[in-house]
């Protein structure tokens, strides 16, 4: 069974289950019972895919960033029983299907503040357009260096999920924002892995040649070459390398 979209419950506390659509490099792998990493709000989350959808009427349906697992980790009746339990204990399902399985499989993304050299001068010079709170909080970013937002606005006194001063820090130039993806902590069980099938100059060299009209599949092949030849394509995709790169590698 296939489906242009997925029916996704992400372990967080909210209510329902969520529609994204699949990339077509991403089709054969996404099946019902795998992990998915998507976009979720501000940041990436692992998901689990409950459904297969042909069809969606949900507006501006947004993309699988990957999927995760060679096979899928729950079964059909692993992924029944806990949709009765949700329902039975209101409670969201992704959370309840994230206690099934083992602790630490779950990638996510945290997003990292740091202060522009523009913001330590307007610290130092007392910037007139610079609020009580924004100040607050190029004051935090600063002396923490590279900062989680989540670290920056409670040691600045924002109410978690107040993003809109960040937001204009950046758009002024004050704060740089980055994001890094964490890969599963958890070791063990099956995971993809590619390998060189050609010696590492030899690898090195392709990937110079294709730096100019391929950076990211440069990027991969160098990647493969800096881990000694093989690697596992969650390490590649903790970097910002999605498979569908490695697919055409291959």
């Keep these: 069974m296939s ?17 994204y659509s699949v990339p077509a490099d991403l089709a054969d792998r996404a099946k019902v019972g795998t992990s998915v990493l998507v976009p979720f709000g501000r940041r990436k989350v692992t998901g689990f ?14 993309d699988v960033i990957e999927v995760l697992d060679v096979d899928p980790v729950l079964d059909g009746p ?33 997003r990292y503040l740091r202060v522009t050299t523009d913001g330590t001068s307007a610290l130092r010079g007392g910037t007139p357009e610079l609020s009580d709170r924004r100040r607050r909080i190029l004051e935090s970013s600063s002396a923490q260096g590279k900062a989680s937002v989540a670290s920056v606005l409670r040691a600045a006194g924002v109410p978690r999920g107040s993003h809109s001063d960040i937001d204009a820090l950046v758009r002024l130039g004050y704060l740089e924002l980055s994001e890094e993806i964490r890969p599963p902590r958890t070791e063990g069980g099956r995971e993809q892995v590619v390998r060189l099938l050609v010696p590492a100059d030899e690898a090195a060299a392709v990937a110079r040649e294709l730096s100019a009209r391929a950076p990211k599949q440069a990027e991969v092949v160098s990647a493969i070459v800096e881990a000694g030849g093989e690697t596992a394509v969650s390490e590649l995709s903790a970097r910002g390398l999605s498979s569908a790169v490695v697919t055409r590698l291959c």
């Design 3 to 19: 489906g242009r979209y997925l029916e996704v419950a992400v372990p967080l506390p909210v209510s329902g289950t969520f529609t």
């Design 49 to 62: 895919v409950v459904g297969l959808l042909d069809e969606s009427d949900v507006d501006s349906v947004r």
């Design 78 to 110: 692993m992924i029944e029983l806990t949709r009765w339990i949700s329902d039975y204990y209101l409670a969201p399902w992704g959370e309840v299907l994230k206690t099934a399985l083992p602790p630490g499989i779950n990638m996510e993304s945290r």
